[in-house]
């Protein structure tokens, strides 16, 4: 039989840095979850993502088991590291802060369609761009998707 669901936590986490403090902490302990249990699991699952950012999703069920998926990194911090830039522009429709080729965002898409809603790696595509047009990176390529 299956085990009854109790809620779901989201959260995003460096990779093999979690630890008992906040947001961890109290995002488990509210719900009953062994929280050294977690860090140790979520630890030795991302160690060769050692310092990412990576969303999990924590389904705790009535018994405080739990199970959690670990997903990839978010495209912004994606965008960031391969334009190498710390964070987005303050005003992304004037200031443009860095260049990203087609190659490039293919790559993103790639790496992310499991974690996407979309069904073709144009779309994904496409998302990827609209991403780092909002944070004033212009992507270079003669498709439909590159925006200046």
Known sequence: MAKEVSGLIKLQIKGGA??????????????????????????????????????????????????????????AIQLLEATKQKKGSAEPNRKKIAVVTEEQVKEIAENKMKDLNCFTIESAMSMVAGTARSMGITVKGDTKIAIN
């Open 18 to 75: 979690a630890n008992p403090s906040p947001p961890v902490g109290p995002a488990l302990g509210s719900k009953g979850v062994n929280i050294m249990e977690f860090c140790k699991q979520f630890n030795g699952r991302t160690q060769e993502l050692a310092g990412k950012i990576l969303p999990v999703i924590i389904t705790v069920y009535k018994d405080k088991s739990f199970d959690f998926i670990i997903k990839a990194p978010p495209v």
